[in-house]
């Protein structure tokens, strides 16, 4: 299994974009400046008033599907 950091930043206006089906990926930057792109419904339950903020732990499989996610703590 692989795992990447990315910090994101996601406003709640922007985040309704994928509830109204005009967005379906999370496009970032990891911190090991690798381009990386992912589902964002893998994010829901990190969703609040303001959004999605933090750093998170996104775990792949050897063939670069997705297993699961966590957010670091402060």
Known sequence: MRQIIVDIHISAEEYLNVYRG??????AISRE??????PANILQR??????????????F??????????QLAY
């Open 22 to 27: 005009s967005a379906k990926n999370v496009n």
């Open 33 to 38: 400046g690798l381009r990386v792109q992912f």
């Open 46 to 59: 990190f969703v609040t008033r303001e959004g999605i903020r933090g750093s998170f732990v996104i775990t």
């Open 61 to 70: 499989d050897d063939a670069n599907k997705f297993h699961s996610i966590e």
